[in-house]
């Protein structure tokens, strides 16, 4: 059964650069037909697709957020992660790790990350 | 706002049934048959219920259904038990370059 585990900074100040990593265990990450997503939860809000990548490197953002976006992925560690650049207070949310058949469903959910983003 | 609305509470006595709606638009749930329904318990990570409309992962209760209708995917949940209580989050496959939206998730409360 695969798990996933989200790890990182709990706090990160304003105009830093919010960093998280998904280790995967029970599955390798290059099985192929799933992607690897991260998504997140602002306070108060919904989910929110952040984006995915595929073992292979290729990835798929959300546009709103492409700009100060990097996922990617180590294939000999089973891990995937993310880098979001220029945090405000707005990027404070519990964030996700999972396993995705892109297009479709989310299969699999890590337990989630809380990142504040303040001074 | 999200981009699918949901009901933000439903409530049902245990033994019935309820229904929460998943609204989106022609870019989501009326053009796509990838629509998923997540639960998720308080402290938990949220779990598959539904795939591609109205399909159960193995393991999932078949009291859980999904069905849709032009732009509003649809979760019936029969025979509420009081574990049922929890958040549900619907998802689809948007074509409009975002490719993943949610809803804004809706709280189930077991009377």
């Known amino acids: 059964q695969v798990q996933l585990q989200e790890s990182g900074p709990g706090l990160v100040k304003p105009s830093q650069t919010l960093s998280l990593t998904c280790t995967v265990s029970?599955?390798?990450?290059?099985?192929?037909?799933?992607?690897w997503s991260w998504i997140r939860q602002r306070p108060g809000k919904g989910l929110e697709w952040i984006g995915y990548?595929?073992?292979?490197?290729?990835?798929y953002y959300n546009p709103s957020l492409k700009s100060r976006l990097t996922i990617s992925v180590d294939t000999s560690k089973n891990e995937f992660s993310l880098n979001l650049t220029s945090v405000t207070a707005a990027d404070t949310a519990l964030y996700y790790c999972?396993?995705?058949?892109?297009?479709?469903?989310?299969?699999?959910w890590g337990q989630g990350t809380l990142v504040t983003v303040s001074s | 706002q999200s981009a699918l609305t949901q009901p933000a509470s439903v409530s049902g006595s245990p033994g019935q049934s309820i229904t929460i709606s998943c609204t989106g638009s022609d870019n989501d749930v009326e053009t796509y048959r990838l629509v998923s329904w997540y639960q998720r318990r308080p402290g938990s990570a949220p779990q598959l219920l539904i795939y591609?409309?109205?399909k159960r992962p193995s393991g999932v209760s078949d009291r859980f259904s999904g069905s849709k209708s032009g732009n509003t995917a649809s979760l019936t949940i029969s025979g509420l038990q009081g574990d049922d209580e929890a958040e549900y989050y619907c998802?689809?496959?948007?074509?409009?370059?975002?490719?993943?939206?949610f809803g804004g998730g809706t709280k189930l409360t077991v009377l």
């Open positions: 990548i595929y073992y292979s490197g290729n990835t």
């Open positions: 999972a396993k995705d058949r892109a297009g479709g469903e989310v299969t699999h």
């Open positions: 029970g599955e390798s990450i290059s099985i192929g037909g799933y992607y």
């Open positions: 998802s689809s496959y948007a074509g409009n370059g975002i490719f993943k939206v």
């Open positions: 591609e409309v109205n």
